[in-house]
């Protein structure tokens, strides 16, 4: 059975310092992954997804298959990022039936 | 806005007493799913629908029931809620595309008393 770890269940910076948030799984496929983030009193959203390569408001994610995971990155943390991450895994290229991580709650101070 | 809309918000109900949480969207996508969000926990798929066909998580008790009438609507019916059932629920719609983003809706506090 698939399983995503989020070993951190709060990261606290300031703001301008780098950030890291780690998400490891495991499953016997080839997984797709993704972060979602929920805003204080929004909705939870899509952040990124790995096929997509992509860079969204600064973060950036690689997948290591070799260790298994898929940590979230930014080099300079701004207070609007102070949020709740979900690393999550799909079982199919379509990115459904997903399975959420616990979640890391980041918080940047001033 | 074309969006996901979860009525109501918050739901309180008795020990055992059904109750029913309701989803719609505008967003004309194909797949729609409940999830189950307890207090400081990952949410975790209850199951969804493809179009009509139903697909339910292996661990999900069967306490849980889901209908979707058409496109736009889902629900998600807890024939006897215990109150290890209160939790936040969510629901989620996403095309058929590759690599598809999941919309999520607001969710629906339930409690049981």
């Known amino acids: 059975a698939q399983r995503v770890t989020q070993p951190e269940k709060l990261l606290s910076v300031f703001k301008g310092a780098p950030v890291e948030l780690k998400c490891n799984y495991s499953?016997?496929?080839?997984?797709?992954l993704f972060w979602y983030v929920q805003y204080s009193r929004q909705r939870l959203q899509l952040l990124l997804r790995?096929?997509s390569r992509e860079s969204i408001k600064g973060f950036t994610a690689d997948l290591n298959k070799g260790e298994t995971s898929f940590h979230l990155k930014k080099p300079f943390a701004q207070e609007e990022d102070s949020a709740m991450y979900y690393c999550?895994?799909?079982?199919?290229?379509?990115?459904?039936?997903?399975?959420f991580g616990g979640g890391t709650r980041l918080m940047v101070k001033p | 806005d074309a969006m996901v809309i979860q009525n109501p918000r918050y739901q309180v109900t008795q020990f055992g007493k059904p109750v029913t949480l309701s989803c719609s969207q505008t967003?004309?996508?194909?797949?729609m799913y409940w999830y189950q969000q307890k207090s400081s926990q990952a949410p975790k798929l209850l199951f969804h629908?493809?179009?009509?066909?139903?697909?339910n998580e292996a661990d999900t008790p069967d306490n849980f029931q889901s209908r979707r009438p058409n496109t736009s609507f889902c629900f998600l019916d807890i024939r006897s809620p215990g109150l290890g059932d209160a939790a936040m629920y969510l629901c989620?719609?996403?095309?058929?595309?590759?690599?598809?983003?999941?919309?999520f809706g607001p969710g629906t506090r339930l409690t049981v008393l």
């Open positions: 989620a719609t996403s095309g058929l595309a590759a690599y598809n983003e999941q919309f």
């Open positions: 499953y016997s496929g080839s997984p797709e």
């Open positions: 790995h096929i």
């Open positions: 999550a895994l799909s079982k199919d290229n379509a990115g459904n039936m997903l399975t």
């Open positions: 967003l004309n996508h194909n797949v």
């Open positions: 629908y493809y179009d009509k066909d139903f697909n």
